[in-house]
Nanobody
Framework: QLQLVESGGGLVQPGGSLRLSCAASGFTLDDSNIGWFRQAPGKEREGVSCIRSSDGSTYYADSVKGRFTISRDNAKNTVYLQMNNLKPEDTGVYHC???????????????????WGQGTQVTVSS
């Protein structure tokens, strides 16, 4: 059974850091483009970051460039999102997904070919 499980969310103060994990089972992560997406309260889901399977290229939404870093550990079959200097506007549910292509900085709609995790809550508040 193909599955993605996110972890690492929580409550953090502005300026703090979190590292999210996206662990895969049933398939090999480095064969897929893996994206991180967030859905803020009352807003649609948008692409935050993505790592491409073919060459490991990484992509970031303008709102997180210089603060977030996506990486992949093939031995652990896990993709990470290191989030530094967090801001209240980073609050939301963060999902990872295996998709046919990378999309960042835009609203995304799940496609039938996607595999999505259930998400992990990130709250940035003082």
């Amino acid at each position: 059974q193909l599955q993605l499980v996110e972890s690492g969310g929580g409550l953090v103060q502005p300026g703090g850091s979190l590292r999210l994990s996206c662990a895969a089972s049933g398939f090999t992560l480095d064969d897929s483009n893996i994206g991180w997406f967030r859905q803020a309260p009352g807003k649609e889901r948008e692409g935050v970051s993505c790592i491409r399977s073919s060459d490991g290229s990484t992509y970031y939404a303008d709102s997180v460039k210089g603060r977030f870093t996506i990486s992949r550990d093939n031995a652990k079959n896990t993709v990470y999102l290191q989030m530094n200097n967090l801001k209240p506007e980073d609050t939301g549910v963060y999902h990872c997904a295996a998709r046919d292509f990378c999309v960042v900085g835009k609203v995304v709609e799940p496609l039938g070919s996607d595999y999505w995790g259930q998400g992990t809550q990130v709250t940035v508040s003082s």
